[in-house]
């Protein structure tokens, strides 16, 4: 029993230092938490050419069902094309672009978000963009994952990955 109570003391000590060490090692500046908090308010984000319409999903996307995509202010600024970032053109560092995810075009059934932010030197950056895609809790495909199975889907186009102004002119 003693031994038993010894072995945790060292243990519980083991786990704590190494808690002080993880706060000390660098930090990406994003996390799951944080983005997911800047993408559920709608405050600051306009919608793709300002229209709130909730469409179906092209066939060439992953995300099935139905969806709209908003912008924050940064992103917004850059779509000088008709709406649209210009061919070639490239988003500011700290753009975040949410695409709403729907069950139907109503607006009353949304399941989540997936979300692209602009962040080239975080470390969890993959292509520029920080990853993301989560259910209404937040929880889902963490920035961890660096986006891998993102950003060969995104990488078809010269609009930085954003795939929408192609496919929904
Ligand atoms: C099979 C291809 C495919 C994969 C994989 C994919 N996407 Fe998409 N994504 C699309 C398409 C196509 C659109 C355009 C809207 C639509 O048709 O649904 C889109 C739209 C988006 C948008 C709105 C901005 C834009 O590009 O139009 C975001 C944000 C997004 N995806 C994030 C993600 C994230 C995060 C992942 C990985 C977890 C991911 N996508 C994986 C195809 C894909």
């Given at each position: ?34 983005i997911?908090a800047k993408s ?56 975040l ?73």
């Amino acid at each position: 029993m003693k031994h038993t109570l010894i072995c945790c003391a060292f243990f519980s000590m083991v786990s704590l230092s190494l808690i002080e060490c993880s706060k000390t090692a660098p930090k990406p500046e994003e996390t799951d938490a944080g983005i997911f908090a800047k993408s559920v308010t709608k405050e600051g984000f306009t919608y793709y050419k300002s229209d709130s319409t909730i469409h179906r999903s092209s066939p060439q996307s992953a995300h099935s069902g139905f969806f709209r995509v908003r912008f924050n202010l940064i992103a917004y600024a850059a779509l000088t094309d008709n709406g649209k970032l210009p061919a070639g053109g490239s988003f500011p560092v700290h753009s975040l672009v949410v695409k709403e995810l729907h069950d139907d075009s109503t607006g009353n059934n949304p399941h989540g978000y997936a979300i692209m932010e602009k962040l080239p030197d975080d470390t969890s950056a993959a292509g520029g963009w920080v990853w993301a895609e989560y259910g209404l809790t937040g929880t889902g495909y963490t920035i961890n994952n660096k986006g891998a199975i993102c950003t060969s889907c995104h990488s078809t186009n010269s609009r930085d990955k954003v795939r929408v102004f192609d496919l929904f002119p």
